[in-house]
Antibody, heavy 116, light 107 residues
Framework: QVQLVQSGGGLVKPGGSLRLSCVAS????????INWIRQAPGKGLEWVSC????????YYADSVKGRFTISRDNAKNSVYLQMDSLRAEDTAVYYC?????????WGQGTLVTVSS | DIQMTQSPSTLSASVGDRVTITCRAS??????LAWYQQEPGKAPKLLIY???SLESGVPARFSGSGSGTEFTLTISSLQPDDFATYYC?????????FGQGTKLEIK
């Protein structure tokens, strides 16, 4: 069955860095784009970034451009989100999701808290 | 960027009611719209893709319609499990954007 298992969240100080991981199983990983989507506490969903399956084309929301880097390793069925220069407003639950346009399978979410 | 506006923000209804949630896009997105259901503390769940296609395993009481800039999600007969928050999302162009959400509450 399709699974996306996330890791790497936690508490970090403003200006710090964190790397999120998303390991996939149950499908041909390179056939799919992967999105990162976040949700601040008590707020709605915000699309963050996306990476294509084979040519590794990337896209970012303006709010994270220049600070976050998405990457993938198809040999490890994994996608990563490197988050640098973190700000308080980056505090959120971060989800990875499989995408063929819409997001049909989601990871369990991982909480990132940016606070001094 | 394409702005997605959902209405209402909150909807109070009873079990058995028929309810409709509307999502408007700031420019045409063809039919590249998805609807998600989110329960507290859980990841969103895909209900509808391409505006009107029902995701596998989703009950037939959920339906979607629309194209261009106006879209609706209809639940034909509310069940207890349906009280949750619903989001639309356009995937016509980056950055992909979500509506602000509609919280469906028990009346």
């Amino acid at each position: 069955q399709v699974q996306l298992v996330q890791s790497g969240g936690g508490l970090v100080k403003p200006g710090g860095s964190l790397r999120l991981s998303c390991v996939a199983s149950g499908f041909t990983f390179s056939d799919f784009y992967i999105n990162w989507i976040r949700q601040a506490p008590g707020k709605g969903l915000e699309w963050v970034s996306c990476i294509s399956g084979t040519d590794y084309t990337v896209y970012y929301a303006d709010s994270v451009k220049g600070r976050f880097t998405i990457s993938r390793d198809n040999a490890k069925n994994s996608v990563y989100l490197q988050m640098d220069s973190l700000r308080a407003e980056d505090t959120a639950v971060y989800y990875c999701a499989r995408a063929l346009g819409s997001n049909d399978y989601w990871g369990q979410g991982t909480l990132v808290t940016v606070s001094s | 960027d394409i702005q997605m506006t959902q209405s209402p923000s909150t909807l109070s209804a009873s079990v058995g009611d028929r309810v409709t949630i509307t999502c408007r896009a700031s420019q045409s997105i063809s039919n590249l719209l998805a609807w998600y259901q989110q329960e507290p503390g859980k990841a969103p769940k895909l209900l509808i893709y391409k505006a009107s296609s029902l995701e596998s395993g989703v009950p037939a009481r959920f339906s979607g319609s629309g194209s261009g800039t106006e879209f609706t999600l209809t639940i034909s007969s509310l069940q207890p499990d349906d009280f949750a928050t619903y989001y639309c999302q356009q995937y016509h162009s980056y950055p992909y954007t979500f509506g602000q959400g509609t919280k469906l509450e028990i009346k």
